[in-house]
């Protein structure tokens, strides 16, 4: 059975699809409101024109990217549903359910060798790069031009990044220490502890809370201009970059508490990229949203969300199969979304596939700002000691980025307040050198078995088992090396979904153990020119 | 066929040593090895693409102020051209011309006089007015615009594939490619280059050749000489893929803005920043975002609701002149320079790599490595180099 709303609409509001009418209630996001319609089918993928459809509904993934009203690739999981809006499908030639090029990711069941492929007579190698070019990139350039948007400058003592349990417990025990304290959270407080079935606790009165706000990169440099009209000062001075619905915010803390989180990763296994399969957290939200994404789902993977999920989804009265090894998972099949989950012989009939990996932390923040990260053999988390001090002095972490759960990770994060308060107040702290660790030994586990489908390890760019298998077969055997050559983590997401799952996949293909992830590049999430064509005015061209 | 090995197959003697494997190290061992040079070895204090090689926009381009480098960079556009059939590797050559804007009488003149020396030496360039530009490329806004320079045999590649392609094409001739193998040390017998040191292995070679890019100060220092070249952080960034609608690469020589669709549909492309950190900080910054932003969107205004997926940072590698240090060193036998390519060292790569090796071999090209040879910082006949983007 497709979705299904668990109550009637109270408050419809109509936009459309591809020209076809959609109803959503009021507030709901367009990708909820599509799947509640019935629709999981939302675009194409890049390279093989794989069906597409929402997988995290965090802002994370490619799996909900559509042109809104002109603008392509807009995160609908995260776009608010408003009347008239005018929606379309991307990435298509032909029509979402039938479009020509799906013929490609029929053509190489496997995946491509797109390095080596027609390179042996000039003249199809020239016919084959100029179809490669008419077909390349998701979405078209925007109708029209959008003015630039001057940002806004605030300063700090500290800056809590992340609105769970640990950001809270930091940012109430700085501010008893008599900080000044922002708490940025990308959603609510309490989103992603809400989906375990945890609560938070309340803001302290002394912290300015600001949810809906999104830090998009940490930064220390010098000569970056002004706009107070104060000397520049000769050292580096740290900002954060900060999006929120009215734009940039240049913000200047003396310390910072990164408190992001974890989340569980992708998964690998045959059609793990195919509409209708989604995350644990993915489920939820739906449900929250009053929308039962299957009758019959069927989960893969283990852990604590996807137990909740399997919870939850009972209780709203679906059926749930499983839960499968992800390695056993032969195929996900039907169309246009999920109908079915093989495993060996046995098509099991199902709806939608919720799926989770060991989590893995959100460390991308805590990199840029200079703290060291590890691997844990599943993820990689954020070296930080139980006094949530990292490598770098004036930056602290807790909670579920470093790998710590429960009471610890409360204790932790109201040292990592407290401590980050006694920096801003021009304390030294004591000094903490994490000792650098050996790297983990990468859990190896079993590879999946992909007899008839693609194992997909970086939905963004559609890179497949079989490509990174290629890779290190070729000697690109770390981590950035087979980045590089099969292009995992160089698109939408930038590898937030998927670094963990082909640095554990790697090192179970013989490759090098990772000891770090990529390097952690700004922004952490797609940022328009337009927001950051006034961060600089100085008046200099160069 | 696997290209690369570990340290354990270190040999103990090569004929070559070559430090540094970009794209201009692994050129030159591929050169050297097809013309029969013997043992040779690329050491590699990283991954491949780790470096400048991995972390430029791919533009390969004749047009320049000087003969020199317009003779150079025609003849590597060719071998651009032909790259994917000889190497057997995809490196999505696609010439779309580049695209020279000048927004002053000043610049307008300076472009004139460049196109009159590039048609002078065989190139098809123009200069175009602003309903010229419009034609190209109907997104730039060319309000502002005096004049263009445009030379549709200007070309985009993809970088990376070019480093793989070279690594094979050594690996296919058995030259020994190192990555993860720092040099530690170069030895020698007080007047000539004896051989290098890694971590945990010493390496007996006559030649040296120092390719190291940003870094080859350095590994100059390792003998006690001084070269005048520093590393300069250039950053440079990506925008989310879209369909095809910029064609020709653009640049703008007076803010040293450059853009380009790359295959993948991506606007990849930087900017001048004259205020970065010294040294080897390879970190992003906020002011480069904001001078891209700022300087992109003037130039075409469309892309401001476009979005900035990853900005990242490599090195030039900047010489006082403009102009590169290669050949034989004076003062040490045996020691080879190949750097100080400022950050046009991938373009110039293909055709240089060849050019090095024959010199070494047959002491061919006499006069360009006479010019470009180091020892032009003490005589005090410096060069010159007016179309320097970044």
Not at chain 2, 47 to 61: E, F, I, W
Not at chain 2, 113 to 123: C, P
Not at chain 2, 251 to 271: F, K, N, P, W
């Amino acid at each position: 059975m497709p979705p299904r709303r668990l109550e009637e609409l109270r408050d419809p509001v109509a936009f459309t699809v591809d020209g076809e009418e959609v109803l959503a209630e009021r507030g709901e996001s367009v990708a909820t409101a599509l799947v509640a319609a019935g629709r999981l089918l939302l675009g194409r993928s890049v390279k093989y024109h794989r069906p597409r459809g929402p997988a995290c509904f965090e802002g994370r993934c490619d799996g909900c990217l559509m042109r809104v009203d002109g603008v392509p690739n807009v995160m609908t999981c995260q776009a608010e549903a408003r009347a008239g809006m005018e929606v379309e499908t991307q990435n298509v030639l032909g029509t979402v359910r039938a479009d020509v090029l799906a013929l490609t990711d029929w053509f190489f069941p496997e995946g491509m060798d797109h390095h080596h492929m027609f390179t042996r007579f000039g003249p199809v190698n020239r016919v084959m790069q100029k179809v490669a070019r008419r077909v390349a990139g998701v979405g078209t350039i925007p109708d029209g031009a959008r003015a630039p948007i001057a940002p806004r400058d605030a300063r700090v003592d500290v800056l809590v990044i992340g609105g769970g349990r640990s950001g809270l417990e930091a940012a109430n025990a700085a501010a008893r220490e008599g900080a000044s304290v922002w708490l940025v959270e990308a959603e609510q407080l309490g989103a992603a502890a809400a989906a375990r079935g945890e609560g938070v606790p309340a803001p302290g009165p002394p912290v300015e809370v600001r949810e809906g706000t999104l830090a998009v990169g940490v930064f220390d440099e010098v000569g970056f201009g002004f706009t107070t009209g104060e000397p520049e000062p000769a050292e580096p001075v740290r900002w954060v970059l900060l999006e929120d619905a009215r734009g940039l915010i240049r913000l200047r803390p003396r310390a910072l508490v990164v408190a992001t989180g974890a989340f569980a990763g992708a998964e690998a296994f045959a059609g793990n990229d195919r509409p209708g399969v989604l995350s644990p957290r993915a489920a939820l939200r739906l449900l929250d949203a009053g929308v039962l994404v299957g009758q019959r789902v069927a989960l893969v993977g283990a852990g604590p969300e996807l137990e909740r999920a399997a919870a939850r989804l009972k209780a709203a009265g679906a059926e749930t199969l499983g839960p499968f090894e992800a390695s056993g998972v032969d195929a996900v099949g039907g169309r246009p979304s999920v109908r079915y989950l093989r495993v060996g012989e046995t098509k099991h009939a199902c709806d939608a596939v919720v799926s989770a990996a060991p989590p893995t932390g959100a460390y991308v923040l805590a990199g840029q700002a200079g703290a060291g990260l590890r691997f844990d053999g599943r993820g990689f988390l954020v070296a930080a000691d139980e006094h949530g001090r990292t490598a770098h002095p004036a930056v602290f972490a807790a909670g579920r980025c470093t790998g710590r759960v429960g009471e610890g990770a409360a204790r932790q994060a109201r040292e990592a307040g407290r401590g980050a308060a006694r920096v801003a107040r021009g304390e030294v702290p004591a000094a903490f050198t994490p000792e650098r660790p050996s790297p983990a030994p990468a859990e190896r586990g079993a590879l999946p078995r992909s007899a008839s489908d693609k194992v997909v390890v970086c939905r963004c760019e559609d890179v497949t088992l079989h490509e990174l298998e290629e890779a290190v077969a070729r000697g690109h055997r770390d981590l950035e090396a087979a980045k590089r050559y099969t292009g995992f983590a160089t698109g939408w997401c930038q590898g937030k979904q998927c670094v963990s799952l082909c640095a554990r996949a790697l090192a179970a293909l013989g490759g090098e153990v990772a000891d770090a992830p990529i390097t952690p590049r700004p922004p952490l999430r797609p940022v328009p020119l337009a927001e950051l064509a006034r961060l600089v005015d100085d008046g200099e061209g160069a | 066929m696997r290209t690369t090995h570990g340290a354990h197959d270190l040999p103990d003697e090569a004929e070559v040593v070559v430090i540094g494997g970009g794209i201009m190290g692994l050129s030159i061992a591929y050169h050297l090895a097809r013309e029969g040079a013997g043992r040779i070895v690329v050491l590699e204090r990283s991954y491949l693409c780790s470096g400048a090689s991995g972390r430029n926009g791919g533009g390969v381009r004749a047009q320049w102020s000087t003969e020199r480098n317009i003779r150079l960079m025609r003849e590597s556009l060719q071998i651009c051209a032909d790259f994917a059939t000889t190497m057997r590797i995809n490196v999505w050559f696609r010439q779309a011309g580049y695209l020279f804007l000048a927004r002053s009488e000043e610049r307008a003149a300076q472009l004139e006089a460049s196109v009159a020396l590039q048609r002078a030496n065989g190139l098809p360039t123009e200069l175009i007015d602003a309903a010229g530009v419009k034609k190209l490329a109907p997104v730039v806004d060319t309000r502002d615009v005096v004049a263009a320079s445009y030379n549709p045999k200007d070309a985009v590649v993809f970088p990376w594939p070019f480093v793989w392609g070279y690594a094979r094409g050594c690996a296919e001739q058995r030259v020994g490619i190192f990555p993860f193998t720092e040099v530690v040390a170069i030895e020698t017998d007080g007047r000539r280059v004896t051989g290098v040191a890694t971590k945990d292995k010493r390496i007996r070679a006559p030649l040296v050749i120092n390719a190291a890019g940003a870094w080859s100060p350095e590994v100059a220092r390792l003998v006690d000489i001084d070269l005048p070249n520093r590393p300069h952080r250039h950053e440079i960034c990506s925008t989310e893929p879209l369909k095809p609608f910029l064609r020709p690469f653009v640049a703008d020589l007076a803010t040293g803005l450059y853009c380009s669709q790359s295959m993948r549909g991506e606007i990849v492309g930087g900017i001048s920043n004259e205020k970065v950190p010294s040294g080897y900080d390879q970190r992003s910054s906020l002011r480069f975002l904001g001078l891209y932003a700022r300087e992109l969107t003037r130039t075409i205004p469309r892309l401001g609701g476009v979005r900035v997926l990853r900005q990242w940072a490599g090195f030039y590698d900047i010489t006082p002149d403009g102009n590169p240090l290669v050949g034989r060193v004076d003062a040490l036998e045996g020691f080879v320079l190949a750097c100080g390519f400022m950050g046009h060292g991938f373009m110039m790569a293909p055709v240089m790599g060849k050019k090095i090796a024959r010199h070494l071999l047959h002491g061919e090209d006499e006069e360009l490595f006479e010019r470009w040879n180091l020892r032009r910082y003490e005589s005090g006949e410096l060069l010159s180099e007016s179309m320097i983007l970044g």
